[in-house]
């Protein structure tokens, strides 16, 4: 079992950075990909970005040339940095990983709105 506890969220302006952080606990030496997803209202959630235990990422369309996720294995967290954020940026982000057994665990999220 893994358990994930997001950090970060919250009301920002068009424009602006938020760091978003996940740390999990638990059996935290199964887990080989880690990453977020969010999803806003009446739609599906979506891949933001993911990072495996090699560091090789991947993102989602809407967050390529503005967000950046990074980990740290040591601590076992995972860090999603958005900057110059939009109004279609809010939504509910999710802390997502997979361990080695394609065991899949989500975060309760944390919702982030991005408004004038």
């Known amino acids: 079992q893994v358990q994930l506890v997001e950090s970060g969220g919250g009301l920002v302006q068009p424009g602006e950075s938020l760091r978003l952080s996940c740390a999990a606990s638990?059996?935290?030496?199964?887990?080989?990909?880690m990453g977020w997803y969010r999803q806003a209202p009446g739609k599906q959630r979506e891949l933001v970005a993911t990072v495996d235990s090699g560091g090789n990422t991947n993102y989602g369309d809407s967050a390529k040339g503005r967000f950046t996720i990074s980990r740290d294995n040591a601590k076992n967290t995972v860090s999603l940095q958005m900057n110059s954020l939009k109004p279609e940026d809010t939504a509910v982000y999710y802390c997502h990983v997979m361990t080695q057994f394609f065991y899949t665990y989500w975060g309760p999220g944390t919702q982030v709105i991005v408004s004038s």
């Open positions: 638990g059996s935290t030496l199964s887990i080989t990909v």
